[in-house]
C-alpha cells in the first residue's frame, strides 16, 4: 500500500532528514513512527503526502510511484489523504466550522450534507458546540482537534499524523488514538508520528523507530 | 486502495466521488461567490476606492461616446439636411424642369426633387426689401427655373458619396446651366467625427487597460494578503480551479458593480446636462433632444466592464499560481 524504496532527503539546506529508507506497509495497517526529535519523522509524513519530494528513491502507493503522478493528480491525490499537521495550519479568519468544513466544500459537497460531516468530526474530537468560535481563541489542544477533525470529516483512506496528541492532555490523547483506530478498522492506513511512548505501547501497533542520521 | 491511477480500487468513503458532478459543480460555484461577496462587503473602504476608481475609467471612454453620438444626430437633422441647387437654363420652360425634376427624383443617389419656378422665385424676390424696386425697372423676369436636390447623404449613414461625379452628372444635363453644391461641409464634418470617433476607440482601449490593470492590481494584494490560506487548502488538495474561482468571482464583482457605477456617474452627468442644452437647442429653433445611454449599450458596458474583471483577476491569479507552481516543484 505504502512503500519507500531507498528513500533518502536532503532538504536544500544541505539537511539530510533521512537515508536510504525502506519500509513498507499493508493496507488498513496501522504503525508508530517514533524517534528522537529532527529524525525525520515529520518529513516521512511529508513525502507520502507529497508536500515533500525525495531526494533519492521512490514512494509507492498502491504499486504505483509518486513521481509519476501529474502535477495535475495531486490535488486529487491529496484529497484521500487527511494531514494533521504538527502546527495545525488553521485559517484564522474563519470559523471552526469552516476550517473542518473546508476538505468538503473543496470537494464540492453540499450544505447540508457538509454540516452533518462537520458535527460529526466535531463529536469525535470532542469540540461540540464551538462551530462559531474563530480559531484564536482556542487552546492549543482545541486547535490541535479542530486540525483533526478537518483531516478526518472527509473520511479519507490515508491518514498521516504529525504528534497529534503533543498538546493534549494523557485522557484525551487516548480518545484520540481511539478515533484513529476507529478509522483504521473501517479500512484506513494510518501513519502516526509520536513522541508519547507510553501511549503508542498502549496502542499494540506496529512501531517505527526511525535514527538521527549525521 | 488510495492507488492515485485508479478510482475503482478506492472504497466509496469519499462522497464527493458519489454525488452527482453538476451538484458539485453548483455547490463549488456557490460557495465560490458567496465567499468573494463577503470578501467584497468586509473590506468596504478598498471595495469602494477600487470601484471608484473602475467607475471612473469606465465613466470617460463612455461620456466621449455619447457626445460624439448626440453631434452626430444633431448634424443629421433633417432640416440641416444638405442641398445641390441645379439652376437651368433660361430657355427651358417649366414642363421641361418639372419632368427633368421627375427624372431626377428616380436617381439612387437623390432623396427628392423641389421645383422653384421662375415666378416663384420671382415672388421670393420681391418680398425682400430693397429688391422689389429693382424688379419692376426690368420687363423680363431674369430667373431661371431651380431645381433643389436632397441627395441620400446623412452623417450617420455609410452611403460614401461622391459628390464630384454627381455634380458632373448633372452638369451633363442639356436643361442645366449651373450646379451648386452644399454639401462638402457635411463630408468635411463626417471626416472629423470619423477622427473623433478613433479618438474615443483608442481613449477606450487605454482607459480599459487602466481597468484592467485596476482589477489585477487590487486581487493580486488580495491574493499577497491570503496567501497562507492558499498554501493550506493546496495542502488538502484544493485544485487550481479551487483557488482561481472566488477570485474570478471577485474580478467578476468589481468589473460589474463598477461598471454599474461608471453609469450612475453618466447619467448624473447627463442631467447636469439637459436643461442648457435643450435651452440652447431652443435658441437655435432646434428640437434636439440630449439622447442618453439605451440598454443596449448598458448591457455592453456591463458586459465589458465584467469581462475586464475577469481578465483582470485571470492574470493575477494566474502569475501567482505560475509562480508557487514553481516553487514547490524544487
Ligand atoms: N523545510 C526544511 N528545510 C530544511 N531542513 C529541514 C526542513 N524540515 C526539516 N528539516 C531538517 O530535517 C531534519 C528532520 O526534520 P523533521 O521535521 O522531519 O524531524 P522530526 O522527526 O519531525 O522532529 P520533531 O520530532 O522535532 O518534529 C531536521 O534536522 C530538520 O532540521
Ligand atoms: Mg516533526
Redo the contacts between chains.
Keep these: 500500500m505504502i512503500e519507500f524504496k531507498q528513500v533518502s532527503k536532503k532538504y536544500p539546506t544541505g539537511q539530510l532528514a533521512l537515508y536510504n529508507i525502506n519500509l513498507t506497509l499493508e493496507a488498513g495497517e496501522m504503525v508508530f513512527i517514533t524517534g528522537h526529535s529532527g529524525a525525520g519523522k515529520s518529513t516521512l509524513l511529508k513525502l507520502v503526502a507529497m508536500l515533500e519530494r525525495p531526494s533519492k528513491g521512490e514512494v509507492l502507493i498502491g504499486g504505483r510511484s509518486l513521481s509519476k503522478l501529474g502535477r495535475g493528480q495531486i490535488p486529487n491525490y491529496r484529497r484521500r489523504i487527511g494531514f494533521i499537521f504538527q502546527d495545525p495550519h488553521l485559517l484564522y479568519d474563519r470559523s471552526v466550522f469552516d476550517n473542518i468544513a473546508l476538505p468538503l466544500r473543496i470537494a464540492g459537497m453540499g450544505q447540508s450534507e457538509t454540516r452533518r460531516r462537520v458535527q460529526a468530526a466535531l463529536d469525535k474530537v470532542g469540540l461540540t458546540g464551538r462551530e462559531t468560535t474563530f480559531p484564536l481563541m482556542l487552546s492549543a489542544g482545541e486547535k490541535q482537534r479542530v486540525g483533526i477533525a478537518r483531516a478526518m470529516v472527509n473520511k479519507p483512506t490515508i491518514i498521516l499524523a504529525d504528534e497529534p496528541t503533543g498538546n493534549l492532555d494523557p485522557e484525551l490523547a487516548q480518545d484520540i488514538m481511539f478515533t484513529f483506530a476507529q478509522f483504521n478498522e473501517l479500512g484506513a492506513t494510518v501513519m502516526i508520528a509520536s513522541h508519547d511512548h507510553g501511549l503508542v505501547e498502549r496502542m499494540k501497533k506496529r512501531t517505527i523507530v526511525l535514527q538521527k542520521v549525521d | ?6 478510482k475503482k ?3 466509496k ?4 466521488s458519489t ?1 452527482n458532478p453538476l ?6 460555484q456557490a ?1 465560490a461567490i458567496k465567499f468573494s461577496m463577503e470578501r467584497l462587503w468586509f473590506n468596504p473602504v478598498s471595495t469602494w476606492i477600487t470601484l471608484a476608481a473602475i467607475a471612473i475609467a469606465l465613466s470617460l471612454p463612455t461620456s466621449l461616446h455619447l457626445l460624439l453620438k448626440n453631434m452626430q444626430t444633431l448634424t443629421a437633422d433633417k432640416r440641416e439636411v444638405p442641398t445641390i441647387t441645379l439652376f437651368l437654363k433660361q430657355s427651358v420652360a417649366e414642363q421641361q424642369a418639372k419632368d427633368r425634376a421627375e427624372l431626377l427624383s428616380e436617381m439612387p443617389e437623390i432623396d427628392n426633387v423641389r421645383v422653384v419656378t421662375r415666378e416663384e422665385a420671382l415672388a421670393d424676390f420681391r418680398k425682400i426689401t430693397g429688391f422689389a424696386q429693382t424688379l419692376e425697372t426690368l420687363d423680363e423676369n431674369p430667373l431661371p427655373h431651380v431645381l433643389i436636390l436632397t441627395p441620400r447623404l446623412s452623417l450617420l449613414g455609410d452611403l460614401e458619396m461622391d459628390v464630384e461625379g454627381l455634380s458632373k452628372k448633372l452638369k451633363a444635363f442639356p436643361e442645366v446651366d449651373d450646379v451648386q453644391i452644399d454639401v462638402e461641409w457635411v463630408q468635411r464634418l463626417r471626416g472629423i467625427l470619423r477622427i473623433a470617433e478613433r479618438i474615443v476607440l483608442v481613449v477606450s482601449i487605454l482607459l480599459g487597460l487602466t481597468v484592467l490593470l485596476v482589477v489585477g492590481n487590487t486581487i493580486r494584494l488580495d491574493i499577497e494578503n491570503r496567501k ?2 492558499i498554501r ?9 480551479a ?1 483557488i482561481r474561482r472566488p477570485f474570478i468571482y471577485n474580478g467578476i464583482w468589481l468589473g460589474l458593480f463598477g461598471g454599474v457605477l461608471s453609469l450612475v456617474i453618466v447619467h448624473v452627468a447627463l442631467l447636469f446636462l439637459v436643461e442648457p442644452v435643450t435651452k440652447l437647442a431652443n435658441l437655435y429653433g432646434s428640437t434636439f433632444i440630449l439622447s442618453g445611454i439605451d440598454v443596449f449599450m448598458t448591457l455592453k458596458i456591463l458586459l465589458a466592464s465584467s469581462l475586464l474583471g475577469i481578465i483582470g483577476s485571470w492574470l493575477a491569479v494566474g502569475r501567482y499560481l505560475w509562480q508557487s ?1 514553481d516553487a514547490i516543484k ?1
Design positions: 486502495m488510495a492507488n492515485p491511477s485508479n480500487t478506492a472504497p468513503r469519499n462522497a464527493a454525488t451538484s458539485v459543480w453548483w455547490n463549488q460557495s497562507e490560506e493550506v487548502t493546496q495542502l488538502i488538495g484544493a485544485t487550481n479551487y507552481d524544487d
